[in-house]
């Protein structure tokens, strides 16, 4: 049996995220991540970071914010861009990568591939609004380097003076650079908000978007269950169709061998999986073979001191039961043809007891 067209757009989706993250045949030149207070960015990079280093590519960590010693991978390059002017700090890059190939002999020289890291592109959207998308173009001057830099979309920007108030704002600057745009959640807030829609209840806010007096993050720790980081990717095709697609990054295993011998797989197994949201086992939507599971769960939700159930032969008995309008539409009812709509009743001994002669003759 072929697979449905829904199938074939979800393994689809994977593989093009999977491509992504490896880096694979330029798959997006320039990578977007949007993060919050909520919800660092911070594991999507250290897993485009591993990824790279099995891939053998050079990692040049550009820091606005980040000391060395913070850096959670190992890098080739690490270079302190806050202070400086933009043609200062575009001829120090460059000067970490590999130069052009001039010649078509040249062009084999070429092969190493970079994958330059901004930690935040906060500070040069405060400081160099008009100037951001020229530098970050400026910065991919061959096929074989890779740009992924994060956003604080919570974080508020300090005005320049030299900004036009008719220019676009620096986000909207960056998204429409971008080639992929990698928006980042916390897993446990997403299931939260799900129960929420499940139930007709009002999704929750948390947060900033709390608005609470001096409440910045949740303080609400996941369930062990629920970690994970939940990323909505957009890729732009060269078509300018784009892709849309939510998935799951799950944390890494940690290895549980300290044996030498075991570093080397152990490193290789440290990978994060993903899947789809839809696929979590959490998220996943009830099926209909679980109806009647879902109305026990409701029924024992209702704390009540009493049964609202029916047994087995309380359901027999109310399927026998023939009402009075099933039995009217049997050729005309019990009266015959014509009377199809009146209402059959049998006087009971009970009936009888209470009937009056007296009170009707009156």
């Given at each position: 049996?072929?697979?449905?067209?829904?199938?074939?757009?979800?393994t689809?989706?994977?593989?093009?995220?999977?491509?992504?993250?490896?880096?694979?045949?330029?798959?997006?030149?320039?990578?977007?991540?949007?993060?919050?207070?909520?919800?660092?960015?911070?594991?999507?990079?250290?897993?485009?970071?591993r990824?790279s280093?099995?891939?053998?590519?050079?990692?040049?960590?550009?820091?606005?914010?980040?000391?060395?010693?913070?850096?959670?991978?190992?890098?080739?390059?690490?270079?302190?861009?806050?202070?400086?002017?933009?043609?200062v700090?575009r001829?120090?890059?460059?000067?970490?990568?590999?130069?052009?190939?001039?010649?078509?002999?040249?062009?084999?020289?070429?092969?190493?591939?970079?994958?330059?890291?901004?930690?935040?592109?906060?500070?040069?959207?405060?400081?160099?609004p008009?100037?951001?998308s020229?530098?970050?173009?400026?910065?991919?001057?061959?096929?074989?380097?890779?740009?992924?830099?994060?956003?604080?979309?919570?974080?508020?920007?300090?005005?320049?003076?030299?900004?036009?108030?008719?220019?676009?704002?620096?986000?909207?600057t960056?998204?429409?650079?971008?080639?992929?745009?990698?928006?980042?959640?916390?897993?446990?807030?997403?299931?939260?908000?799900?129960r929420?829609?499940d139930?007709?209840?009002?999704?929750?806010?948390?947060?900033?978007?709390?608005?609470?007096?001096?409440?910045?993050?949740?303080?609400?720790?996941?369930?062990?269950?629920?970690?994970?980081?939940?990323?909505?990717m957009?890729?732009?095709?060269?078509?300018?169709?784009?892709?849309?697609?939510?998935?799951?990054?799950?944390?890494?295993?940690p290895?549980t061998?300290?044996s030498?011998?075991?570093?080397?797989?152990?490193?290789?197994?440290?990978?994060?999986?993903?899947?789809?949201l839809?696929?979590h086992?959490?998220?996943?939507?009830?099926?209909?073979?679980?109806?009647a599971?879902?109305a026990?769960?409701?029924?024992?939700?209702?704390n009540?001191?009493?049964?609202?159930?029916?047994?087995?032969?309380?359901?027999r008995?109310?399927?026998?039961?023939?009402?009075?309008?099933?039995?009217?539409?049997?050729?005309g009812?019990?009266?015959?043809?014509?009377?199809?709509?009146?209402?059959?009743?049998?006087?009971g001994?009970?009936?009888?007891?209470?009937?009056?002669?007296?009170?009707?003759?009156?």
């Open positions: 049996m072929a697979p449905s067209p829904l199938q074939q757009r979800r689809h989706n994977t593989l093009l995220f999977q491509k992504l993250l490896n880096l694979r045949d330029s798959a997006s030149p320039f990578t977007l991540i949007l993060d919050t207070l909520e919800q660092s960015g911070g594991p999507a990079v250290r897993e485009f970071a990824r280093k099995i891939s053998k590519n050079n990692i040049v960590f550009i820091s606005f914010s980040t000391l060395r010693k913070k850096v959670p991978f190992e890098v080739d390059s690490f270079i302190t861009a806050r202070g400086k002017a933009l043609n700090l001829t120090e890059i460059l000067s970490h990568l590999q130069a052009p190939p001039t010649t078509a002999q040249n062009t084999s020289l070429a092969s190493t591939k970079y994958l330059l890291i901004i930690d935040t592109l906060n500070t040069l959207s405060s400081s160099h008009q100037h951001l020229l530098f970050l173009s400026s910065l991919l001057v061959v096929p074989q380097i890779s740009l992924l830099a994060t956003y604080h979309t919570d974080v508020p920007l300090s005005q320049s003076p030299s900004a036009s108030p008719y220019a676009p704002s620096p986000l909207t960056l998204i429409c650079l971008a080639t992929a745009i990698l928006t980042v959640s916390s897993l446990s807030q997403t299931l939260a908000r799900k929420a829609r139930k007709s209840h009002q999704e929750p806010v948390f947060g900033i978007q709390e608005g609470r007096e001096g409440v910045i993050v949740g303080m609400k720790r996941p369930a062990k269950d629920e970690q994970g980081l939940v990323i909505n957009e890729i732009r095709r060269r078509s300018g169709r784009g892709v849309t697609e939510n998935f799951v990054l799950l944390p890494p295993v290895p061998s300290n030498q011998s075991a570093s080397k797989s152990a490193k290789l197994s440290s990978l994060s999986e993903f899947i789809l839809d696929d086992p959490l998220y996943a939507s009830p099926s209909t073979g679980g109806a599971s879902a026990t769960a409701d029924e024992e939700d209702m009540t001191t009493f049964n609202l159930g029916l047994t087995e032969k309380q359901k008995d109310r399927e026998n039961v023939v009402l009075p309008y099933f039995d009217a539409q049997k050729d009812g019990a009266a015959g043809p014509g009377d199809g709509g009146r209402i059959l009743y049998d006087m001994a009970e009936d009888r007891e209470d009937f009056d002669d007296e009170e009707d003759e009156i």
